[in-house]
């Protein structure tokens, strides 16, 4: 009699598997070479950051500064603050709420002279931004 050997792998097994491995690897290398480039989500939050309050400026009614915290009075009256709070900055409303519009800050800076609002951030990273607002009349 013959015996039947079932040990082993088989021609069409082992070409399955090379054809398998060779489509599992040219999905994951590009996906690795994405995770190696640099990430620019803080460049992204601080210019969403910066934007928001352009929009908050070009809506108010009134812009003061009180001991570096941003006072704007917008068209229904509210009196909106944007001040440092530990390593974030928040926006509250008449004094309630707690919106963090950015975070992982070392320091932030606003200055107010004539009509141009000027806004100075630095990331706990050491990377500063400026950005000069008008204010409309």
């Known amino acids: 009699m ?3 050997n079932s040990k082993g792998f088989t021609l069409i097994e ?3 598997c090379l054809t398998l491995l060779s489509i599992m690897l040219t ?3 590009p996906l690795l070479k994405l995770m190696e480039s640099p990430a620019y989500s803080h460049e992204l939050s601080v210019i969403q ?3 928001f309050i ?3 400026v ?3 009614t009134n812009v003061s500064l009180l001991q570096n915290e941003l006072l704007i009075t917008d068209t229904m009256g509210r009196n909106i603050r944007i001040s440092k709070y530990g390593d974030t900055v928040r926006r509250q ?3 309630t709420g707690h919106e963090l519009l950015i975070t992982s800050i070392q320091s932030i800076t606003f200055k107010l002279k004539d009509d141009i609002l000027t806004v ?3 990331l706990k990273e050491g990377t500063a931004y400026d950005k000069a607002i008008y204010i409309p009349s």
């Open 2 to 4: 013959l015996a039947i």
């Open 14 to 16: 082992t070409l399955f």
């Open 27 to 29: 999905i994951i290398l």
């Open 49 to 51: 950051f910066f934007t």
């Open 54 to 56: 352009e929009s908050e």
């Open 58 to 60: 070009n809506t108010s």
């Open 93 to 95: 409303v008449n004094e």
């Open 120 to 122: 100075h951030l630095t």
